[in-house]
């Protein structure tokens, strides 16, 4: 009979990798160190290198830590954890686990925390909720996506094995993100087919995460995403004044980030300009790669309309094509919609596709706007009514005057542009997010109590107006 503490811990171990994947080992169990089993007390001390491995452990693996333990060690073993929280100095916590004579006398069938053992692995045959229409071969590459594209066939065709994990794509409305994530996905079922790939909208996982809260399924929820190769979520912005939903995905994120899976993430803004969204996991989305997806300009809209018109066997004239990429705002689900809408008139009306046709669709289907504000036309404006200098405004002066235009510049630009915060301080003298932020709290705080400010910018608006 075996009495050595540390070859019964190692029997534990080798118990538990029978149990779980070799992924789960090495993520969970590897890191676990064994210190010291005092027989009086019937405690065994094993350390552990944070505070999410212990809770982690705790929550997913503590039947099967209980079995192997009653079965190594003997009944009644309390496991204690000392939790690193110095790794310099070797500083822990110690913290009892869950008492293995509670765990032995829980059926394993209602127990909310079941550890995921290879016996209950999660089914291989999964929809990935792919739209299959949205490729590569149809994403037509221009100077506004080259990167994002580039970067997302290499992520398709080797996922969880570059430094683009995560991969975050941000953009405007209609520049082509969803089509991008899918076509990544598209890609890498083609290559590997027992992956398992998933497309989820982040309303779609918020509406599914509520209904297990109702049902009381979370940790079944939570197991089944921890159990996706590669995670595709669209439009993340939406979880911003989502708590629980945000502190749920944490822990997916950091589970499937430790096991090398791959994470595409897409949204309508940067992280930075992700508000509410917590600190943990802002770094988290910032480690791998982020990339913006711009709206595409006059000549990628062209090119992607005639690739639309010989895929769908149509014949429009080039100046309408001209005419339909120059005024549909730079949006391919406008330039979709337009395509569409003009084969149906044609069809339905037995006519060809004219210009004239074209600007009856466009009036209809997209909202023109033929001079819409830049930076440089707020910066124009704005230096002009405070008679300074667009050099002067951009610089790194800290002269009152220029703080102020460039302040008013910065508050003009987030609120007649589309622009997130971040790109707006890029673009007026290489400011950050944060001092975008400020100096629009600055100028409204100003408005409330300051009558003749207010008509200096209604001055300055009216310019705009002008302008157009």
Known sequence: MVNDPKVLWDNCLHLIKENVTEQQYKAWFEPIVFERFDADSRTLLVQVPSMYVYEYLEQYYVGLLSKVLTRCFGQSVQLTYRVITDSQHNIGQKIEGESAV???????????????????AVPQDLNPQLDIHKTFQNFIEGDSNKLPRTVGLSIAEHPGKSTFNPFFVFGPSGCGKTHLINAIGVRCKEMYQRRRVLYVSARLFQVQFTDAVRQNTVNEFIQFYQSIDVLIVDDIQEWATAAKTLDTFFHIFDHLFRLGKQIILASDRPPV????????LLTRFSCGLIAELEKPNVQLCVDILNAKCRRDGLKIPEDVIQFIAETANGSVRDLEGVINSLLA????????IDMRLAERIIKRAVKVDNHPLTIDDILDKVCTHFNVSQQQVVSRSRKRDYVLVRQVS??????????PASRIGQLIGGRDHSTVIHSCSTIEQRLKIDKAFVAELNSIENSFRLKK
């Not at 300009?273 to 943990?280: C, E, I, S, T």
């Open 102 to 120: 509670d765990i032995e006398s829980t059926p394993v069938t209602t127990r909310a925390n079941k550890a995921p053992t290879v016996l209950d």
């Open 273 to 280: 300009d992700l508000l509410g969204v917590k600190d943990r």
């Open 345 to 352: 008139y044609s069809v339905v009306y037995n006519t060809h």
């Open 410 to 419: 910065m508050y003009l630009a987030q609120k007649y542009t589309k622009m």
